[in-house]
């Protein structure tokens, strides 16, 4: 896999009008967005090594750049969806650690009451749409927000983020067809980690160029991105968001990035398809928190000081979030029948009709 | 007051109304705008109402379905036809996992306020691909509600229940109910809303109760003809309409009343509608029973072409009528 063409890594994207108009503040507190998703999925993934979750856990570690440089970009009307690997994106759009990590332990005071788990966090009110566990499954829910947006007449864009596994899916591909012949507000962000799972890209996808190429089949704008500059991931963002916004128009932009871990921590062959190498290389010259903070100190904005104090406050609030979870209450066996109807929850007439469940 | 009208102009009505009720209602599906509609339910409507309204899609039935249900989380409400419930297998995990599954997943933060609606019948001699019914199936899964109307009343009633409902509801036509004519009040006697959930007896006897839902209760009511005439049995015939929420009520109560019943369903029996109607009888109505819950059903194959035997595969009017004399 490829990080960034050679061009692209030689120009630098803090003189886009979008990054130029960072405070230092704002540069700071997105150090801080993505030391804080590092963090809080450390101290998950210590803990189901524990075993105290269930499920899976897949781990967004190496990614950070993505969820944290797309989202920052959010204006009111904008609206993300995601696949199974959404932690990230949850904290990046305002979700909190503790229902975050108490989701995962299936507590009540989790986001979705116990009943979603990791790969299905949602929080509606901050246009955080999931977290959805079938691969490419959420590509034309993705593109519907779109959809919603341009009915309403509202200016704004949905962010519709895949798995570079997800683009062989026919879901996938009848969403970008769509989206194109309906001139839909949505932006394709392919997270290009480098592997469906265990299977290399090389190994799964037939392309030209890159995956996001394929969007010219669909009449569509792509970009590719390096997914290590943050810097670069909000200015070509933006530019694919600002088409959706003013101009109506999809895009797929693919984001070259890496995770350290397995698919998810069940991924028995982790190590097994990739170099130790390629696991450093990626560590030492990409990762996007480190390369983020070195540019942060460069510049003068962030003291060592500064970073460590935000470091250990972000493993603070993740230690917090796993005495939070561990104290807070299970599910009662009662709530398993609640959430099923919006009628039977709401108690309407509508509701009162008829048998609408089936427990002997 | 009420005037005759077609099964489809009757669902063209409902949704001419609905559209006009609420803004945020889009009629979407193949064919449905420019073309007037595969089986003309949407005659006219694209004329009226705009490209907005109502949308003519590609043949993507997963690229639409899970547009709508995206759409819908943002309070839009869509009305997706399926030319055929039969291509439901592409658009599969749209309608189970996304559609019936976000509320829960996201512990009741989102509703998903769609309605899928199209033909799902055998008996038009098109092969096993374009003949499921999928009522049953899809009815098995909670989140989901379905319904079945066999009457132009019920047809615009029960849609404009479902379009009101804030769930997904799945509406199962039939295409040879469309060119049906039956009584339907008139506009403007007020809001004509069937509330799912709720049977229907079609027909009053006491000997013996036919339970059915679609199509097949056309075929009872002429089943029940015959046998009242030829063999002097009167026959009860309720009608189910609503698959989920199911009226078990109003089944207890026909059964408790005629001590018989035989359940006639165009689905197929391994788990059919009529297998969860019988279990419910024999559970609450046991001692009520005089003889076995029979069955009419269709042949357990898939369903096949040829126009010399396919309504022999159905429940049709004799089949039933013989598995009554079985019984009685």
Redesign the interface.
């Known amino acids: 896999m490829s990080f960034a063409s050679e061009d692209s890594q030689k120009l630098d994207f803090a003189g886009s009008p979008v990054n130029q108009s960072l405070s230092a503040d704002d540069k700071i507190e997105l150090f801080r967005q993505m030391t804080r998703i590092r963090r809080f999925e450390q101290a998950s993934l210590k803990m189901y090594n524990k075993g105290v979750m269930g499920g899976f856990l897949h781990l967004y570690i190496g990614q950070e750049s993505v969820a944290v440089g797309t989202i920052s970009l959010r204006g009111e009307h904008d609206?993300f969806?995601t696949a199974y690997r959404d932690h990230g994106h949850a904290l990046a759009v305002g979700m909190g650690m503790n229902e975050c990590m108490a989701e995962l332990y299936g507590k009540a005071s989790?986001?979705?009451?116990?009943?979603?788990g990791s790969m299905?966090y949602?929080?509606?009110?901050k246009n955080y749409?999931?977290?959805?566990?079938?691969v490419g499954?959420?590509?034309?829910?993705?593109?519907?927000?779109?959809?919603?947006?341009k009915?309403?007449e509202l200016e704004g864009c949905?962010l519709c983020y895949l798995g570079d596994g997800a683009v062989n899916q026919?879901?996938v591909h009848?969403?970008f067809?769509?989206a194109a012949?309906f001139e839909i507000p949505v932006v394709f962000v392919i997270e290009n980690n480098g592997y469906s799972m265990g299977t290399s890209q090389k190994r799964s996808s037939s392309f030209r160029g890159c995956l996001a190429q394929r969007a010219e089949g669909y009449d569509m704008e792509w970009d590719l991105i390096d997914g290590s500059d943050l810097y670069q991931v909000r200015a070509k963002a933006n530019i694919a968001m600002e088409r959706a916004r003013k101009e109506s128009k999809p895009s797929v932009i693919e984001i070259a990035t890496y995770r350290y871990y397995g698919h998810s921590v069940a991924d028995a062959n982790a190590k097994k398809y990739r170099t130790p190498d390629e696991i450093e290389n990626y560590k030492k010259n990409h990762d996007p928190i480190r390369l983020w903070e070195h540019r942060l100190l460069d510049e003068g904005v962030l003291t060592e000081e500064k970073s460590k104090e935000i470091d250990d406050a972000a493993k603070k609030e993740a230690a917090d979030s796993i005495e939070f979870a561990e104290n807070a209450p299970a599910p009662t066996v009662d709530s398993i029948m609640?959430?099923?109807?919006?009628?039977s929850?709401?108690d309407?007439?509508?509701s009162k009709?008829?048998?609408?469940?089936?427990n002997? | 007051m009420s005037r005759k009208m077609l099964y489809r102009h009757a669902i063209r009505e409902a949704l001419d109304e609905e559209l006009t009720r609420d803004e945020n209602v889009v009629v979407m599906g193949e064919e449905v705008a420019q073309y007037n509609g595969a089986y003309k339910v949407t005659e006219g409507l694209w004329e009226k109402w705009g490209c907005k309204r109502i949308v003519d899609t590609p043949i993507s039935e997963a690229g639409f379905i899970g547009m709508g249900i995206g759409a819908s989380m943002l309070g839009i409400r869509p009305v997706m036809e399926l030319m055929f419930w039969s291509f439901h297998s592409v658009a599969f995990d749209q309608l189970v996992n996304n559609a019936a599954c976000v509320r829960y997943m996201s512990g009741g933060l989102i509703n998903v306020p769609i309605v899928v609606r199209g033909p799902a019948n055998g008996g038009t001699n098109v092969g096993a691909t374009h003949s499921h019914i999928p009522e049953g199936l899809f009815a098995a899964f909670p989140g989901l509600k379905v319904c079945a109307p066999a009457t132009p009343a019920d047809a615009k009633g029960l849609m404009k229940a479902a379009i009101r409902d804030n769930d997904p509801v799945y509406v199962m036509e039939n295409t040879l109910l469309y060119g049906t004519e039956g009584e339907v009040p008139e506009a403007d006697a007020g809001d004509h809303v069937v509330p799912l959930g709720k049977a229907d007896l079609k027909r009053e006897g006491s000997d013996i109760s036919l339970i059915a839902h679609g199509r097949s209760v056309i075929h009872c009511l002429a089943a029940a003809e015959t046998l009242k005439e030829e063999h002097g049995i009167n026959a009860e015939v309720l009608d189910l309409r609503s698959i989920r929420p199911l009226d078990q009520e109003a089944i207890l109560e026909t059964v408790r009343k005629t001590n018989r019943a035989v359940l006639v369903d165009e689905s197929k029996g391994f788990g059919g509608v009529s297998a969860m109607v019988s279990h419910l009888i024999q559970e609450h109505a046991f001692d009520h029973l005089d003889a076995p819950i029979t069955r009419v059903t269709t042949l357990d194959a898939p369903a096949i072409y040829s126009p010399h035997v396919e309504n022999e595969q159905l429940p049709n009017p004799k089949r039933i009528v013989d598995k009554v004399l079985a019984q009685a």
Do not use: M
């Open positions: 609206h969806i989790g986001c979705s009451k116990g009943k979603g299905h949602f929080a509606p009110d749409w999931g977290g959805h566990g079938i499954g959420q590509t034309p829910l993705g593109l519907g927000l779109g959809y919603g947006l009915y309403k949905a026919g879901a009848e969403s067809n769509l012949l609640d959430d099923v109807y919006w009628e929850d709401n309407t007439e509508a009709i008829g048998r609408h469940f089936f002997d």
